[in-house]
């Protein structure tokens, strides 16, 4: 049941919470700064003493700005429920057209309806986003999370979208660079991309987002190729990539180009095995 | 369980106690809610207005005065403010909501659904407030919908004033909106 009205109250006393701990930081804080310019009397060795201090305070002030909070998580539909263990977090990671957080994709397989996992490769559902560390999230630019340019974790209850077929399966969408398409994104006009399906707006009361501008629109074309397969290539009339795969990779592939590649055309993916 | 602290109370334990902020959101969201709905055209809209106006009372708990009078007349200056920014503006800010850090809300037919029964329930507390005879004629004409003569011969009044009545019962809820003195 969904209940904005609790879901409101969590978001609040979080607030309320983290506000209350920010007042009792700045409490230390101050009383950090009396005691340090007690140790700058005391001598050199106070001297670097603060040094160590301030660069280690600044180490953490910036952990902070690049990284905010995780994308809420939604709940599933029972179909697309992950079964136990399968989820796949492929190495493979491929650049942005612009830099930054390189993109990745995972994968699981949903649980059935007894508990266990679908037959092998019939049904996958992927998750693509941009990646820090070992962490699949999408970054608050493009009007999501109020353009704080921090990168949120992406929980896996937020899928992107399953798949059917034997082994082999491709999906094309047109998103903002930010890889975020829920509350506040910016909309992806429909003119952009080569037959690509679009991926659909999460249902939110935001109907005041702007338009993405080309540059802040990716199409990614991603999915899972058979077993055994060593590099998956794309071409088109301007461009060719290729993805090189790993076993742990499990077929995965994904590939980000800019929205503003001229779309009279459709890429040609092939396989290598 | 609800503890029997005052409003203002609960806003000064706001400052160490996140939960408190929340006890004094579960007593006044239903009439926060109620407020937006009145002067907006739908749900979303209201319940994006109420979370902003929480937000704001929360991000500007310091500067909360109790001498300057009750809590829920600042909190509904509050959301008079943001309603008439909105007007002006044309949307909705989400300012206060992002300084906090905030995550937006997902509405989707269910969330709708509740937030209208509760904006309705915060509107049902004004026919509360109506003298019984009032009260009652307003309810078997607008909620239950029934026919003046069929109230008259239910009340055991003339039809003129089961009129009378309903009459002056919504001219006070209305006046009750306006001034919005929970």
Redesign the interface.
């Known amino acids: ?5 609790r ?3 969590r ?10 701990q920010r ?1 009792r930081g700045a409490g230390r804080h101050a009383r950090r700064a009396a005691s340090l310019r007690h140790l700058q009397r005391r001598g050199r060795f106070g001297l670097a003493l603060v040094v160590l201090l301030v660069l280690a305070s600044a180490t953490a002030v910036g952990a902070d700005q690049l990284f ?2 995780p994308v ?1 998580a ?1 709940v599933l539909p029972a179909a697309g429920r992950p079964a136990s263990g399968s989820i796949v977090f492929a190495p493979l990671r491929v650049a942005d057209p612009a830099g930054g957080f390189p993109w990745g994709l995972r994968f699981y397989l949903p649980r059935q309806a007894d508990g266990g996992s679908s037959a092998t490769n019939a049904v996958r559902c992927l998750q693509y986003g941009r990646v820090a560390g070992n962490t699949l999230g999408v970054l608050g630019e493009d009007g999501a999370f ?1 353009n ?1 340019g921090q990168f949120h974790a992406l929980p896996v209850e937020r899928l992107a979208g399953c798949v059917t077929g034997s082994g082999l399966s491709r999906a094309e969408v047109v998103v903002p660079a930010s890889a975020f398409t ?3 994104s910016c909309t992806v006009p429909p003119s952009v991309g080569f037959e690509a399906i679009r991926h659909p707006r ?5 109907t ?1 987002t702007s338009t993405c501008p080309p540059a802040a629109l990716r199409i990614v074309v991603y999915g899972v190729s058979a077993r055994g397969t060593l590099s998956v290539r794309l071409q088109g009339p301007h461009v060719t990539m290729t993805d090189r795969l790993v076993p742990a990779d499990h077929g995965a592939y994904i590939f980000v180009l800019p929205a503003n590649t001229d779309m009279g055309w459709r890429p040609q993916l092939k396989f290598a095995r | 369980m609800a503890s029997k602290r005052s409003d203002a109370e609960l806003l000064a334990a ?6 408190a ?2 006890e004094f ?2 007593r006044h ?1 239903a009439k926060v ?1 109620a407020f937006f709905r009145r002067r907006v055209p739908d749900g ?2 209201a ?2 207005l ?2 902003e106006t ?2 704001a009372a ?2 500007s ?1 310091s500067r909360y005065e109790p001498r300057e009078g009750p809590p829920t007349a600042w909190l509904f200056a509050i959301a008079r403010h943001l309603w008439f920014d909105a007007l002006r503006r044309g ?2 800010e ?1 300012r206060a ?2 300084a ?9 037919d ?2 709708m659904a ?2 209208e029964r ?1 904006a309705a329930e915060g509107a049902l507390e004004l026919l509360d407030a109506l003298p019984a005879d009032q009260r009652d004629a307003v309810i078997a004409r607008h909620l239950d919908e029934r026919d003046y003569s069929e109230i008259a011969a239910v009340l055991v009044c003339s039809e003129s004033v089961v009129r009378q009545r309903v009459s002056r019962g919504v001219k006070a809820m209305r006046v009750a909106a306006v001034q919005e003195q929970p």
């Open positions: 049941m969904t209940d904005p009205l879901e409101l109250r978001e609040l006393v979080s607030a309320a919470s983290r506000e209350s007042a905010g909070p809420r939604r109020g704080d829920g509350a506040r999460e249902l939110t009361r935001d005041r | 706001s400052r160490d106690d996140a939960t902020f929340g959101y579960d969201i809610l979303e809209l319940m994006d109420a979370a929480f937000a929360l991000g708990l949307q909705v989400d909501r992002r906090l850090q905030m995550q937006p809300l997902l509405i989707d269910e969330a509740v937030i509760v």
